[in-house]
């Protein structure tokens, strides 16, 4: 309908415009300051980098209603993914967010996100511009599996002071006798991670073709 739709540009704008925000913060601080701005980066941008992500928890939303025809498995992979190392790797550990990790991470995000989102934007006008659509289905498969790399580092790089804080560690008492070592979580979770990226690369091949391969005529709009 047209208010669902109104409704989704709505939300494609807005994450857009905090994304490009961020995306365009990063580069100037790098123009400006070099090595010394990758630093900082998470105390400079993160709290928009959190309510962005916080945002697109929507999108899961938006597919079990019906107004996304997005597959759900594929996109709760990608929203989690990054819930889970943003706010429960990065954010509860100081130690980390100073890592050059979470630059690289945070750019290979927002370069996803970017283009995403300004294609879904046109999409919603019934506008395809095909240079555009070759790129927001091509960038991801080139792009998503190095994010994942990304992800697992600073998994990795966290779980010494994981292990040295106990942060998330939880030992109940008697007389249960049962405790979470939550080091040992984050290595289980590794191994989900890359089972993930690999459905989630399948999908986005599928994507790839069903808009690419097909010769569909409105991707030939200019």
């Not at 990063?26 to 090595?35: D, T, V």
């Not at 996109?75 to 706010?87: D, K, N, S, W």
């Not at 790797?89 to 100073?98: K, L």
């Not at 939550?182 to 289980?188: A, I």
Request: net charge positive; aromatic share 18%.
């Amino acid at each position: 309908s047209f208010t669902m739709n109104t409704y989704l540009f709505v939300y494609d704008l807005m994450q857009f415009c905090g994304h490009s925000w961020i995306f365009t913060n990063m580069i100037i601080r790098f123009m400006s300051f070099g090595k010394d701005s990758l630093a900082d980066t998470f105390y400079s941008i993160g709290l928009v980098m959190r309510l962005c992500q916080l945002l697109s928890i929507l999108e899961i939303l938006h597919i079990l209603v019906g107004i996304d025809k997005s597959r759900l498995f594929p996109r709760f992979l990608q929203i989690t993914e990054r819930i889970i190392v943003l706010f429960v790797v990065i954010n509860s550990q100081d130690e980390v967010q100073g890592k050059y990790v979470v630059c690289i991470l945070f750019f290979l995000w927002n370069s996803l996100d970017v283009v995403r989102y300004t294609y879904n934007m046109l999409a919603r006008t019934g506008i395809y511009y095909l240079p555009l659509t070759w790129l927001n289905f091509s960038l991801c498969i080139l792009l998503y599996p190095l994010s994942v790399l990304a992800k697992a580092f600073a998994i990795c790089v966290s779980l010494p002071y994981f292990e040295s804080f106990g942060t998330y560690s939880i030992k109940i008492p008697f007389p249960f006798t049962f405790s979470i070592y939550f080091p040992y979580v984050l290595k289980m979770y590794l191994l989900v991670l890359f089972i993930g990226m690999y459905f989630t690369i399948q999908n986005l091949f599928s994507e790839r073709k069903a808009h690419l391969w097909t010769g569909n005529t409105k991707h030939k709009r200019s």
